[in-house]
């Protein structure tokens, strides 16, 4: 049921751009995206519910792909407090059913 | 306030002790949540409070016993714990538990050592 995330890892100098990935072998209804820094709480980013709809914060956007059951999260011109391990979420039905998929750990450089 | 204060922030146990982790939300939501994280790994759901019941028990162990005294606070009561307990427990809430429209939103976590 969980979520695998590619890749597991990825550096970065800062200003370069990173696509982190999220597929599920489950329909999904909606897709989560949160950033987890060393020793804090993971902070929620943004939510894309099924339609196939895209996302933006700032430099940060993500798309879910409803028929292909995958989410991508684009980072855009990175900066150093973009580092940190990011989770998607995804939830299989109207229900409680929720999942953290594997984590990718990003790491910016300067 | 947009927070989930947890308490305490370290916790060092013995394996015969009895102790309580405490979570605190003031922004109105009305299902809460705890996680286990282990390090390096994602959060694993442990138990859903919706409406102040319990709507989600993960087969987590008795040693673990949730309590939600009123909509803005969730304990959970450690008893009997062993070395592999040891965790990040992560309070978190959400407008509802229809966790598919919402986001959580997570507290700070308590870093537990079972010794």
């Known amino acids: 049921q969980q979520p695998v995330q590619s890749p597991q890892a990825v550096i970065l100098r800062e200003g370069e751009d990173a696509v982190i990935n999220c597929s599920s072998s489950?329909?999904?209804?909606?897709v989560h995206w949160y950033r987890q820094k060393h020793g804090e709480a993971p902070v929620f980013l943004m939510i894309?519910?099924?339609?196939?709809e895209q996302k933006g914060h700032e430099k940060i956007s993500a798309s879910f792909n409803e028929k292909k059951q995958q989410s991508s999260l684009y980072l855009t011109a990175s900066q150093l407090s973009y580092s940190g391990t990011y989770f998607c979420g995804t939830a299989l039905n109207t229900g409680n059913q929720f999942y953290f998929g594997t984590g990718t750990s990003l790491t910016v450089i300067p | 306030d947009t927070e989930v204060t947890q308490t305490p922030k370290h916790l060092v146990m013995g394996m015969t002790n009895k102790k309580s982790l405490k979570c605190e939300q003031h922004m109105g939501h009305r299902a809460m949540y705890w996680y286990k994280q282990k390090a390096k790994k994602p959060p694993e759901l442990m138990f859903v409070?919706?409406?102040?019941?319990?709507?989600i028990n993960e087969s987590v162990p008795s040693r673990f016993s949730p309590e939600c005294p009123n909509s803005s606070l969730l304990n959970l009561h450690l008893h009997a714990l062993q070395p592999e307990d040891s965790a990040l427990y992560l309070c978190?809430?959400?407008?509802?538990?229809?966790?598919?429209?919402?986001?959580?939103?997570f507290g700070s976590g308590t870093r537990l050592t079972v010794v």
């Open positions: 489950k329909a999904l209804y909606s």
């Open positions: 409070y919706s409406y102040e019941k319990l709507s």
């Open positions: 978190a809430s959400s407008q509802d538990s229809w966790v598919n429209n919402y986001g959580y939103t």
């Open positions: 894309l519910l099924k339609g196939g």
